[in-house]
């Protein structure tokens, strides 16, 4: 059972055009949801969060967007850069027994061409 | 600053060989886990530490043991490698400042043949 659903394996574009990168969940008891990247060979790293009384959230060129109704979030970078080329991870935050558990996406892989 | 250090990087074990993945943090937190990435799996979350003298299980508990004797220290165990047990193994720490994400280390490639 997939709590959180990243369909899109791959995407996709242009140098200084918008990436969007899409994620789904089933859980309403998520309450924060977070993106992390990842490069080759290194581990995950923190990008933006977004709490779930929020619908959105900027840090640069980064943006990310919550519908809590289509239970959908996604991910904007506007421009894009070759140096956003990574996968990227969708994870949804839930508490449980008192301590937080991060359930992860599957990942998008972004491919921003030059 | 080192963050979060995972030793070690790469390991090819023999099935039925035991192995311990270590993992060091420096920033005082006190939560800690560890994922394993598979292809087309994400992360999943195998076993988690809330402080100092504390596990819990998470996804995927099975076949891994883990430690956490001292707070800065989250060990993990595998009595019995199996090929099943080929993966990536990420470690974290965090805060409980759930705005903030927790902190990777860069990972311990591990094949079991």
């Known amino acids: 059972d997939q709590q959180v659903k990243q369909n899109s394996p791959s995407l996709s574009v242009q140098e200084g055009r918008i990436s969007i990168l899409n994620c789904d969940y089933t859980?309403?008891?998520?309450?924060?949801f977070l993106w992390y990247k990842k490069y080759p060979a290194e581990g995950p790293t923190f990008l933006i969060s977004i709490s779930s009384i929020k619908d959105k959230n900027e840090d640069g060129r980064f943006t990310v967007f919550l519908n809590k109704s289509a239970k959908h979030l996604s991910l904007h970078i506007v421009p894009s850069q070759p140096g956003d080329s990574a996968v990227y991870f969708c994870a949804a935050s839930i508490t449980q027994g008192g301590s937080e558990k991060l359930v992860f996406g599957k990942g998008t892989k972004l491919t921003v061409n030059p | 600053n080192a963050g979060v250090t995972q030793t070690p990087k790469f390991r090819v074990l023999k099935t039925g060989q035991s192995m311990t993945l270590l993992c060091a943090q420096d920033m005082n937190h006190e939560y800690m886990y560890w994922y394993r990435q598979d292809p087309g799996m994400g992360l999943r979350l195998i076993h988690y530490?809330?402080?100092?003298?504390?596990?819990a299980k998470g996804e995927v508990p099975d076949g891994y043991n883990v430690s956490r004797l001292k707070k800065q220290n989250f060990l993990l165990g595998l009595e019995s490698a199996a090929p099943s047990q080929t993966s990536v193994y990420f470690c974290?720490?965090?805060?409980?400042?759930?705005?903030?994400?927790?902190?990777f280390g860069s990972g311990t490639r591990l094949t079991v043949v």
């Open positions: 974290a720490s965090s805060y409980q400042d759930r705005a903030t994400g927790y902190t």
């Open positions: 859980n309403s008891m998520f309450d924060y």
């Open positions: 530490s809330v402080g100092e003298g504390t596990t």
